[in-house]
Structures are given as C-alpha cells and as structure tokens.
C-alpha cells in the first residue's frame, strides 16, 4: 500500500511493519536508490515493494543487497532470473491492487472493522492546505510535502518523516513520545535533514518536538 500510494514510480522498503524508505523518481530503478539511500542499516533484510515492474537495473541493484521479499507488479526481462539467483528470498507478484474500501484488525475475542483510509479526505489535497507562517515556499518544496503527507501514513506510532526531492530522508516510528521520534528521524537523516521538509501523523504543541 505504501508503494501503491503514488501514481509516480515509487518503492517502499519495509521492516517490521514500518518503511525504513520510501521514494518516488522517473523510473522504479531510480526510486529503489533513493528509497534505499534513506535507511541502508535497517534495509538490510527488508521487503522491497515497488508500484511498476522490476527493471533489470533495479534487480541488479537488489542483487547487491540482503533482501528477504521482493513484491511488484511484474519483472522486466532478466529482473526474475537476477532476483533469483540469490538465496532465501521470495519473489513476488500482485496482479492488481486497489485499496479495500474497509480493513479487518483481530483484537482478543472479536475483529475490529474500520474504513480504509484512501488519503481522501480534504485535509490531505494541498489546496486546502493553509500556511501560517514563514515566508512563500516554492514547488519544490510543496512537493516534497505533499510526498511526505502521503508517505507518513505508512508509519506507525508517532510518526516523523523527513524527506527532500521525493524520497525520505529519516523516519522516526514506534516511539511512546513523538519527541523521541523527532529525534530518530534527524539522527537517521543527518546532514540531509538540512532543507528537508516534516511530516507527522500529529501535531507538535511544545518546542522540544
């Protein structure tokens, strides 16, 4: 779903039920760098999803690296027969996907039904967006936020994302405050953290965030 989000090629990296990278670019080899760039330590071992066929480029950029799943639309010549060469990992195709129009969560003696979220809301069209402060933003920037607002949805528990020119660049997740989020998506992006735009599954009402 995280790969699917998008109408532009994008790959998502995941690890334990978070993305440690997310990007978008021209071309789905292009995207898997850039995904990749955002966390390599804990992309090691991850599934590779990806909303376009597998190039024989993005294969060879996987063959590189540990991975356990890889899931796609489809493979482009020579992608499957790269992929498969390499031990212990399971390739996979999804012939179509659509988002479920509701979700089912099993909790101790029942399941839980709720609605999808389809990132349809009008909070989440930029338009209805309203800046409150600092000076004009460029394209640019506007669309790095609207990537990072899609992007986020993604992450679990107290989200922080960071991201810069359609991929991001640090995630900060599964933490019990959002400060010690904030803090693990600086740390992972570094110096790219510079320049980057934020997004968050919350808000931020005190400084220290």
């Not at 066929?53 to 294969?59: E, L, N, P, T, Y």
């Not at 390499?86 to 709720?114: A, D």
């Not at 020119?165 to 997740?173: F, I, P, Y």
Request: charged share 20%.
């Amino acid at each position: 779903r995280a790969a699917y989000d998008f109408n532009e090629p994008a790959v998502a990296i995941i690890k334990h039920a978070n993305p440690c990278g997310i990007a978008i670019a021209g071309d789905i080899a292009t995207a898997h760098q850039a995904a990749h760039a955002c966390d390599s330590v804990s992309a090691f071992g991850g599934v590779v999803a990806a909303n376009r066929a597998v190039s024989k480029k993005m294969a060879e950029q996987l063959s590189e690296i540990f991975t356990e799943v890889v899931i796609a639309p489809g493979y482009e010549a020579g992608a499957f027969e790269i992929l498969s060469q390499k031990q212990n990992i399971r390739i996979l195709e999804i012939s179509q996907y659509s988002t479920p129009k509701e979700e089912l969560r099993p909790i101790s003696g029942g399941v839980l039904i709720q609605s999808s979220d389809a990132i349809d809301a009008p909070g989440d069209d930029s338009i209805s967006w309203k800046q409150v402060s600092g000076g004009s933003i460029s394209a640019e920037v506007m669309r790095d936020l609207q990537f990072a607002w899609r992007s986020v949805r993604a992450v679990k528990s107290n989200a922080i994302l960071l991201a810069h020119n359609g991929a991001s660049v640090g995630v900060g997740m599964g933490q019990v405050n959002r400060v010690d989020s904030a803090k693990l998506a600086v740390d992972r992006a570094g110096v790219r953290a510079k320049g980057s735009v934020a997004a968050s599954d919350a808000f931020f009402p005190f400084a220290d965030g």
